[in-house]
């Protein structure tokens, strides 16, 4: 089965950080674990850099847009000084799998513009320090998709758009959609909705991806970033 890729402009490649150097191998050996949205929600509690406080609300609610607020048939008093967020469990119940994507877009005007785009952040890079780069996107998203099916299940792919806290209002994909203080992240998201909603993480082994991907540091991923193009005399060119 091959998995559609949705995205416009197109994956140059997909990367994976982890806090962990052993999680990071079992990813290469295939094991994948896919936590609920409602983790990534709670786990901003804890100041969770994964975590957003945001994640599966599909509509947020100003304290100066409510004029009352009837809970069970009995109406509040005082004075709403608080946004709140409405979810789904449709949604916080969704299991989810966030990867870095790098977009070639248009083009790049020059080598910084290059390095500015394709490099990891230092922000993303406090996610962790071992980085799994995944080579070959419709490889691995063809082997997660064969797993899945197996398990009667199957995917949805998108990219996160990173929103101000005012957008959040009647949003159709509440899953692909993030604060702007995570735009760094660029996420590409696997999300997984099982026909019965539990609040436990999907754990999915898709095959050895070690001919697929390559397991580094951040620091060695950024460092051996390198540029090459064919000059007009027909000479490579590297930088």
Aim: charged content about 25%; overall charge negative; some cysteine.
């Amino acid at each position: 089965m091959r998995t559609t890729i949705p995205l416009d402009p197109p994956l140059f490649g997909l990367l994976r950080i982890f806090a962990e150097r052993q999680h990071a191998e079992q990813f290469v050996q295939g094991n994948l674990y896919l936590n609920t949205v409602k983790f990534f929600q709670k786990s901003a509690e804890k100041v969770d850099a994964r975590g957003d406080n945001y994640e599966g609300t599909f509509h947020s609610v100003q304290p100066g847009s409510i004029s009352s607020l009837t809970i069970a048939g009995v109406k509040m008093g005082g004075k709403i000084i608080h946004e709140f967020c409405i979810r789904r469990d449709t949604d916080l119940l969704s299991n989810i799998y966030c990867l870095y994507g790098f977009h070639g877009g248009a083009g790049f005007d020059t080598l910084e513009d290059a390095r500015e785009r394709l490099l990891v952040p230092a922000e993303t890079a406090q996610l962790g320090d071992s980085l799994v780069f995944i080579k070959d996107v419709q490889m691995f998203l063809d082997r997660v998709g064969q797993a899945l099916q197996r398990e009667g299940l199957s995917l949805k792919l998108g990219q996160v758009q990173y929103l101000d806290d005012s957008q959040f209002t009647h949003l159709d994909s509440p899953l692909l959609c993030e604060r702007k203080k995570y735009a760094h992240q660029k996420e590409i998201r696997i999300i997984v909705r099982r026909p019965i909603l539990v609040d436990q993480p999907l754990r999915l082994n898709v095959g050895d991806l070690s001919d697929i991907v390559e397991l580094k540091s951040v620091e060695e991923f950024n460092a051996n970033f390198r540029v090459q193009w064919r000059g007009a005399d027909g000479t490579s060119q590297v930088e």
